[in-house]
């Protein structure tokens, strides 16, 4: 399967420890995206890397958050000094780029923050 | 501010009906728009797109319509299968070169045997 991954899946942690997900996007795609999702709400864009470089970020994303893709292929994005506010849905979706708009999203990791 | 809007947070149809799932938006500068359907507990799937060029893009059981002058567009899925039933989200790309997308909130559809 050569989708977009995510790892983990699941991930329970307590109110203040500091978490780190996984994406790996499309071999072939050098757009990578990610989103935050919330009970009830579409996905909501957090920052995206076009190869290496992080071209933009959202006001969603606090400075307690922060997102890499260092050699432009797989990207982390770390959570520091978890809050209950930060339990959503996160997803990657990656894209091959030029005019074509569809992203291809992973399965997203589920963050509960207790 | 919401600029893509899916005002029916649920819609229920008979197997074999048609479906229809609405979405609004408020920037007329979107260009492009796409839907995308989500199964529980997996991603976003991508369904379908519409250039702002075009107002009606068919694939297979599904069509989208796009009214360019009422900012809205309709997702057609005919004839509806139970396997249809999922959350479907309208979106549209930001604009500028990053095309991050803007999503509505999503209806939820129940296609009943």
């Known amino acids: 399967d050569t989708g977009v991954s995510q790892d983990p899946r699941h991930k329970i942690t307590k109110r203040g420890q500091n978490v780190t997900f996984r994406c790996d996007p499309i071999s072939e795609h050098n757009r990578l995206y990610w989103y935050r999702q919330t009970l009830g709400q579409g996905p909501e864009f957090l920052t995206y890397?076009?190869?290496?470089?992080?071209?933009?970020k959202s006001r969603l994303l606090s400075d307690r958050f922060s997102a890499e893709r260092p050699k432009g292929s797989f990207s982390t994005l770390e959570i520091q000094r978890t809050e209950q506010g930060d339990s959503a849905m996160y997803l990657c979706?990656?894209?091959?780029?030029?005019?074509?708009?569809?992203?291809?999203f992973g399965p997203g990791t589920r963050l509960t923050v207790t | 501010d919401q600029q893509v809007k899916q005002n029916s947070p649920s819609l229920s149809v008979q197997e074999g009906r048609i479906s229809i799932l609405n979405c609004d938006y408020t920037n007329s500068m979107f260009d492009y728009f796409l839907w995308y359907k989500k199964y529980p507990a997996e991603g976003p799937t991508f369904l379908i797109s519409?250039?702002?060029?075009?107002d009606k893009n068919e694939d297979g059981r599904f069509t989208v319509f796009l009214n360019k002058s009422a900012k809205h567009l309709s997702l057609h899925i005919v004839p509806s299968q139970p396997g249809d039933s999922a959350v479907y989200f309208c979106a549209a790309p930001q604009g500028g070169s990053q095309g991050n997308l803007i999503f509505g909130k999503g209806t939820k559809l129940s296609v009943k045997p």
């Open positions: 519409i250039s702002s060029i075009k």
């Open positions: 890397f076009q190869n290496e470089a992080q071209l933009e």
């Open positions: 979706a990656s894209s091959p780029g030029g005019p074509a708009y569809e992203q291809y």
